[in-house]
């Protein structure tokens, strides 16, 4: 009875997931394979050609792929240099972390309110990139000061004992311990890093500069031209590629932790 009492209770969330998320997800399939949505005729990797012949598709994905490339090691850097000045000298402080995190929670509306105030004469790109460190550094910021309260402060003392300096300390004591949220807080920071389209459909719309051209941009516009071939195909390799990459940072994270650990 109890089992049946719980079937029951899962049946609204299993129902949802498979609207919202299993359907689309096959029809995604469905749809790159096919000539189009009234003939449903097999179309083979034809769609695939076509998407990788186009010129906009290049750019947006060539943009996208730079965007990241620049702004997830340096979010990554900045948010962890920020957390062990902060653990150092102004963990006691409050109202510091509250103010790194603050842009986490503001709306993308207020944020480029204030950007055309004050910092409207910055080129696209560059623009695009400090909104990103500024808005999402800060939610780095608070995971990796948790995980630098969790590192034993007996095992700093014998690193000083045994001679090593701040950098040895960083680099064979605090990373090391710190290396699963590292990891964590990577991912995050590639996800966020697709989030920035919000900030640039404000500050330039659906047809931005070229040099912040990206894939969302790209798939907003065919979304509004109802080329559901082309979002699919395109959707799909993009997240070969993303979760190729993910893959493969796990892979190393995981191999790293084991002679670490």
Do not use: C
Not at 217 to 236: E, G, V, W
């Amino acid at each position: 009875m109890k089992k049946r009492t719980d079937i029951l209770l899962l049946m609204p969330s299993l129902a949802g997931f498979a609207v919202f998320f299993i359907i689309p997800f096959v029809y995604t399939f469905y749809y790159a394979f096919t000539e189009n949505a009234f003939t449903g005729k097999f179309a083979g990797f034809d769609n695939f050609v076509a998407l990788f012949g186009n010129r906009y598709f290049r750019l947006a994905m060539k943009n996208t792929l730079r965007f990241t490339a620049l702004s997830v090691p340096l979010t990554m850097a900045l948010s962890l240099l920020i957390a062990l000045v902060i653990a150092k000298f102004a963990a006691r402080i409050p109202l510091v972390k509250s103010a790194f995190f603050l842009p986490v929670i503001l709306p993308s509306a207020a944020i480029i309110m204030l950007w055309n105030a004050y910092f409207a004469d910055f080129s696209p790109f560059p623009s695009l990139l400090l909104i990103f460190l500024w808005k999402y550094g800060g939610l780095n910021v608070m995971l990796m000061l948790t995980a630098l309260s969790g590192v034993q402060g007996d095992m700093l003392d014998a690193a000083k004992i045994d001679g090593a300096g701040s950098i040895g300390t960083l680099f064979h004591v605090i990373i090391p311990n710190i290396a699963p949220t590292l990891f964590f807080t990577f991912i995050l920071s590639i996800v966020n890093s697709f989030k920035i389209f919000r900030e640039s459909y404000l500050l330039y719309g659906g047809y931005p500069d070229e040099s912040v051209y990206m894939l969302q941009n790209y798939l907003n516009n065919h979304f509004m031209k109802l080329n559901y071939q082309n979002i699919s195909t395109a959707a799909i390799f993009f997240a070969v590629v993303v979760y190729t990459a993910v893959a493969v940072v796990f892979a190393l994270e995981k191999k790293w932790s084991g002679s670490v650990w």
